[in-house]
């Protein structure tokens, strides 16, 4: 934050005005000075008040400084710009993981891809509070070989909030022996306004396409006004699903497509755990 200091000996010579009052002509000009300064203080004062962010560009020059992995630990939000076609093979059991909501763009219409194969009982392309897709296209592979009772792969997971999309491309896959195999997972509300999302999940004991909202939040759930949603689980010893919110609510509405394909193994479900929780108006399949 930007601190002034003013003065406040503010001289002036006595003269006497037309009133012959003999007060300092200099009076009035005190407040008018006085007043500029505030607004000059509020002004900065709302400048240093923006929230602040970390920038990393992704480029053909810092391909090899991100090229192992991203492990961000700041308290700012991270924003990711994919200026170049970029690709980042995990070197451990995440792509991309950070402390802070991220927002990735590439105003180029640029692909990061990123592949994660380990046998780590928890799997992710990207881990962080919150993302936001706002353009570009992300490719997401994730590969494993844990097949714990506990073991979880994700191509995306938002740990604390939302998975937004609002333009551009997402595509995963995972495929791995785990437990859950889930493409998109949001601890509140997964929501796509635009763009098109391709999640395809296979193998392991289950699999997830889109699953928003844990077990302990009823605000939660998955959203869906707008692009296009495509989502393939199949291979799953135990259950295939679709979309899917355990507490929350599934809402699908406006100029939308959404196509759901589930395989034949184990047991076919478009939405899980509660079938109530579905809504559907002017969504086309």
């Not at 560009?57 to 961000?72: C, E, H, P, V």
């Not at 938002?158 to 491309?169: F, H, K, N, Q, R």
Request: charged share 15%.
């Amino acid at each position: 934050m930007m601190v002034i200091q003013v003065s406040s000996a503010i001289s002036c010579n006595e003269r006497t005005i037309a009133n012959g009052s003999g007060q300092p002509a200099c009076r009035s000009l005190v407040p008018r000075v006085c007043g500029m300064i505030l607004i000059l203080s509020l002004c900065l004062l709302l400048t240093s008040a923006v929230v602040s962010a970390a920038e990393y560009r992704l480029s053909a020059a810092s391909a090899d400084q991100f090229s192992g992995g991203i492990n961000y630990t700041g308290t700012d939000g991270l924003i990711l710009v994919i200026e170049d076609n970029v690709t980042i093979k995990g070197t451990g059991s995440t792509g991309i993981v950070s402390a802070s909501p991220i927002t990735i763009r590439s105003p180029k219409g640029r692909t990061l891809t990123l592949f994660v194969d380990n046998d780590e009982e928890m799997l992710y392309g990207i881990k962080s509070p919150a993302v936001s897709l706002e353009s570009g296209h992300l490719d997401i592979t994730v590969n494993g070989r844990n097949a714990s009772g506990i073991s979880n792969a994700f191509g995306i997971s938002a740990e604390s909030g939302d998975v937004t999309i609002s333009g551009g491309l997402v595509s995963t896959l995972v495929e791995t022996t785990c437990h859950k195999n889930k493409g998109i997972f949001a601890s509140r509300y997964i929501v796509v306004s635009g763009g098109l999302v391709n999640v395809t999940q296979r193998g392991g004991s289950n699999t997830f396409g889109l699953d928003g909202g844990d077990e302990k939040n009823s605000n939660s759930g998955v959203r869906i006004s707008g692009g296009r949603v495509l989502v393939n689980s199949a291979g799953a010893l135990n259950r295939n699903i679709g979309i899917d919110s355990r507490s929350g609510t599934v809402e699908i509405s406006g100029n939308t497509a959404v196509i759901v394909r589930i395989g034949e193994s184990g047991a076919r479900q478009n939405y899980a755990f509660n079938p109530n929780i579905t809504t559907i108006d002017g969504a086309a399949w």
